[in-house]
């Protein structure tokens, strides 16, 4: 399988990752909050992991090796807890742009971590990716709601989403992705019962039509993302995995339109095709210096 096939997995866990949000929208919209939701979604998205690695070879791993898969997961289980109280203070469009906001920050964990100093066709691509992320958004075209608090969980969750990317570039512990990716879901899991108590466990929440919400986002933010991710990324790097991650923007664009039929204007549609080119700037780059060697 060669490169560019793995930066497709990742990119399409970039889409996947982009998906969720109108569905959290319409579960929020039938009286479903934040410890539903983000509950649900990790806990069947964990579930139907280890349900898959029954087919997939395993090895014996030790306590410490478990400890750090499943902390090496928590980052994941953040940016969802952090994304969604974003969301409940500041518009959907704008809550979008503080979380494309890791695109940056990625490559400021890198240089502090790995003292990788960002080249220049990553720094123009993140810059293309930003600028299309404002036009995408509609957040020059709506009036939007300004949180400070909601401004604060946003960015937060930035970082968070830029640490999930970052650990799961790093190939320390070589177990199978999908064995990989159940223990880091669980670890995911573990923290978001502690910053949100299951109560939807006791309260009869899934009868009630939680649980199609639960398997929905479950399955598109929880276990397709870290599978392909974990998965590609270490075969493309943290650098330009963090570029083709951008792609949740134009998914959710998308899904808003499909999904909640909600009207996109000309500079959105504008501002995902600049997305789009500034994901591919980097490839077209390589491609361009590996035909003059």
Not at 76 to 93: E, R
């Amino acid at each position: 399988m060669g490169i560019w096939k793995y930066a497709l997995l990742v990119f399409l866990g970039g889409c996947s990752y982009g998906v969720i949000s109108s569905f959290v929208k319409l579960g929020y919209g039938d009286g479903f909050g934040i410890g539903d939701l983000t509950g649900s979604q990790y806990l069947l998205g964990a579930i139907m992991l280890w349900i898959i690695t029954i087919f997939v070879p395993k090895i014996r791993l030790s306590v410490k090796q478990w400890l750090i898969l499943l902390i090496s997961g928590m980052p994941m289980g953040l940016t969802g807890f952090l994304y969604n109280k974003s969301l409940g203070y500041v518009d959907a469009s704008f809550a979008i742009i503080l979380l494309l906001q890791f695109t940056w920050i990625s490559i400021i964990l890198q240089y502090i971590f790995d003292k990788k100093i960002p080249d220049r066709k990553s720094i123009i691509a993140t810059a293309i990716i930003l600028c299309g992320s404002v036009l995408a958004s509609g957040f020059l075209s709506s009036e939007l709601t300004f949180s400070l608090v909601g401004i604060g969980w946003g960015l937060l969750s930035a970082l968070s989403f830029a640490t999930f990317i970052y650990v799961s570039g790093r190939a320390s512990i070589t177990i199978h992705p999908i064995y990989k990716s159940a223990i880091m879901t669980t670890g995911a899991t573990l923290l978001v019962f502690i910053l949100l108590p299951p109560v939807f466990l006791l309260n009869g929440a899934f009868a009630d039509g939680l649980l199609k919400y639960g398997l929905l986002i479950g399955f598109f933010g929880s276990l397709v993302p870290p599978l392909l991710f974990n998965i590609g990324m270490p075969k493309v790097g943290s650098g330009l995995g963090t570029i083709l991650s951008a792609s949740e923007l134009p998914t959710a664009i998308l899904m808003s339109t499909i999904v909640l039929h909600e009207v996109v204007t000309l500079s959105q549609w504008t501002g995902v095709a600049v997305i789009l080119f500034g994901i591919a700037y980097p490839n077209f780059q390589r491609r361009r210096l590996s035909s003059h060697t």
